[in-house]
């Protein structure tokens, strides 16, 4: 029998912040490059976007469970 692959550990949202605002900087740079042509400027935009999109969700999920309260045990009497 195979075993299931064990969770991978979360990023803490501090690091994600940090990674999403680096990525961001890179593509913002390459744009900068690319500035007026018609094909790379609006192909970098596309992935920008998209990239704060799917980084948005990331992250409002990493602060969902965050911020969540943990389940607390409850103890038998006796």
């Not at 550990?9 to 940090?18: D, H, L, N, W, Y």
């Not at 400027?41 to 409002?60: D, V, Y």
Request: net charge neutral; aromatic share 2%.
């Amino acid at each position: 029998m195979q075993t299931p692959p064990r969770p991978t550990p979360r990023e803490s949202t501090e690091a994600m912040v940090r990674n999403i605002g680096l990525e961001l900087a890179e593509i913002e740079l390459a744009i900068g490059y690319c500035r007026g042509d018609v094909v790379a400027e609006p192909k970098l935009t596309g992935t920008w976007m998209a990239h704060l999109l799917i980084s948005s969700r990331e992250l409002l999920q990493n602060l969902l469970i965050d911020t969540a309260k943990k389940p607390q045990r409850i103890n038998a009497p006796g």
